[in-house]
């Protein structure tokens, strides 16, 4: 089994700057995609950031220049470093991670249990 723990939401001002961690663990062989999505009340699940294996990272217009997406492979670990918050960056916060159990397996996509970013002042 490969579970996703997510850490590092809470409460953010607007202007102000938040980091996410998302951490896997479990049954590991490789990891390709990771990603960071979101949801908002009312809201459909949209993506936020994605980044490759060799860290090519693909943005959501809305993040363009206040988001930065990175990984740790050492560590199974991806990050969401989040700048200029502004309200509208209020949701529930999802990792995902496309990763291949073991040698012999296929890939699956696998999901963190959401952190919740407020931004508020």
């Known amino acids: 089994q490969v579970q996703l723990v997510e850490s590092g939401g809470g409460l953010g001002q607007p202007g102000g700057s938040l980091r996410l961690s998302c951490a896997a663990s479990?049954?590991?062989?490789?990891?390709?995609?990771m990603g960071w999505y979101r949801q908002a009340p009312g809201k459909q699940r949209e993506l936020v950031a994605s980044i490759t294996s060799d860290g090519n990272t693909n943005y959501a217009d809305s993040v363009k220049g206040r988001f930065t997406i990175s990984r740790d492979n050492t560590k199974n670990t991806v990050y969401l470093q989040m700048n200029s918050l502004k309200s509208e960056d209020t949701a529930v916060y999802y990792c995902?991670?496309?990763?291949?159990?073991?040698?012999?397996?296929?890939?699956?996509?696998?999901w963190g249990q959401g952190t919740q970013v407020t931004v508020s002042s």
């Open positions: 479990g049954s590991i062989f490789r990891i390709n995609a």
């Open positions: 995902n991670m496309r990763v291949r159990p073991r040698v012999f397996v296929g890939w699956d996509d696998y």
